[in-house]
């Protein structure tokens, strides 16, 4: 009979963080050679995210579209505007609008 894991334990998600946040900073520096790759990235990120029931920070969900799940560069694939004490992201790839409570 297979064990059930409700949880998993917290040294593999450690690791899974520091993978995760691995990911996104190479997806930043592979960015300007080909975004393809940095997709890639937020994917495998994304993955290990869910496996491990992680939730992502709030200052790498700010970096992918929640659409498509492109890596979101300001200036080069995604527009960033203030409207409203919020701070909206719009994803050129899907044209999917994010907004994000400013503190
Ligand atoms: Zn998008």
Same mark, same amino acid.
């Given at each position: ?5 409700? %949880? ?6 450690? @690791? $899974?963080? !520091?993978?995760?946040?691995? =990911?996104?900073?190479?997806? *930043? ?10 997709? %890639? ?6 993955? @290990? $995210?869910? !496996?491990?029931?992680?939730? =992502?920070?709030?200052?790498? *969900? ?21 409207? !409203? ?19």
């Amino acid at each position: 009979m297979p064990k059930r894991y409700s %949880k998993k334990p917290a040294q593999q998600q450690k @690791i $899974a963080k !520091k993978r995760i946040e691995f =990911l996104f900073r190479h997806a *930043k520096e592979v960015f300007k050679e080909d975004s393809s790759i940095s997709d %890639k990235y937020v994917k495998m990120a994304r993955r @290990i $995210a869910m !496996k491990y029931k992680i939730r =992502l920070p709030p200052s790498l *969900k700010k970096r992918f579209c929640k659409n498509c799940h492109r890596y979101l560069v300001p200036g080069a694939n995604c527009r960033v505007r203030i409207h !409203k004490h919020r701070v909206i992201y719009y994803c050129l790839g899907c044209r999917h609008y994010m907004r994000h409570p400013v503190k």
